[in-house]
């Protein structure tokens, strides 16, 4: 599921609800194994000094005063109190993360971060009218965000409200971070949603462009689907070892299915 937002947030990979099955989703083996569970700033150096101030006399250069870009910035405790909230979500810690989460809005309203974390936890709890409510907030702050839109779809999704979900993801196929993992959601609302002879066009259509993460995902759901067990491992399979040095690239697709309770593949396949 998905700090994508926030899944992905933090770390984009759509929000909180595109990755959050469970605390060890961000981990997830670059090589898919199909019989085991699988879990939902760096500073730049400063430049060297020139030594273009060097002279070849004993004239004594002046140094410039420090740049207020230079000096230490002091710690936000805001930006704090959000990490430890964050902290105790991705640990499991659902409670606590939503105490800590819930006292931060308290005292900066318009914090979106706060707001998508806060949805996040209330998603996982399935508080769905207060994650909505949240998410909503989020995205009256920023209207723009993709991400944010991208995740009110995916709360709709984790309700089985797939029609409604559906319509969330189109708005945002054409993202360039997000649009591949959003056309592979459309796909599956059909899939789930007894629009099976769309979904099937749609199949199609990935099959045509090829060499994206939902040609490989959306032939193994398909496969799953239809109990097709052997053709679905291989598929996931296929996805691990050509994402393999990318292995966070493919985690959300894998969640998807995870959630939907695809995964672990708990048979062989019937063909």
């Not at 099959?207 to 052997?230: C, E, I, M, R």
């Amino acid at each position: 599921m998905a700090l994508t937002g926030m899944l992905a947030g933090f770390v984009f990979v759509p929000g909180l609800l595109a990755q959050a099955t469970t605390p060890e989703s961000a981990t997830t083996p670059a090589v898919i194994d199909t019989s085991a569970t699988i879990p939902a700033t760096l500073t730049a150096p400063l430049p060297p000094v020139s030594d273009a101030t060097a002279t070849t006399s004993a004239t004594v250069v002046t140094p410039l005063p420090a740049s207020a870009d230079s000096q230490p910035k002091p710690a936000d405790p805001t930006q704090d109190a959000l990490q430890a909230a964050y902290h105790s979500y991705i640990t499991g810690d659902l409670d606590t993360a939503l105490d800590k989460v819930s006292a931060l809005i308290k005292i900066d309203s318009r914090n979106k971060q706060a707001f998508l974390l806060r949805g996040s936890i209330y998603a996982q709890q399935k508080q769905w009218d207060k994650a909505e409510y949240d998410y909503e907030v989020a995205h009256v702050l920023d209207p723009n965000s993709a991400m944010i839109i991208f995740d009110q779809a995916e709360l709709k999704f984790m309700q089985k409200k797939y029609d409604d979900a559906r319509t969330g993801f189109l708005g945002v196929q054409n993202d360039k971070d997000l649009g591949d993992f959003a056309t592979f959601k459309v796909f599956l609302c059909d899939l789930f949603g007894n629009h099976q002879d769309v979904a099937a066009k749609e199949l199609d259509a990935l099959n045509q462009v090829g060499g994206n993460p939902s040609y490989y995902f959306g032939n193994a759901a398909w496969d799953l689907v239809h109990n097709k067990t052997d053709a679905a491992s291989d598929w996931l399979k296929s996805a691990g070892r050509i994402y393999a040095n990318a292995p966070q690239k493919i985690s959300n697709y894998t969640a998807s299915l995870t959630s939907l309770g695809y995964l672990p593949i708990k048979s062989n396949s019937t063909e």
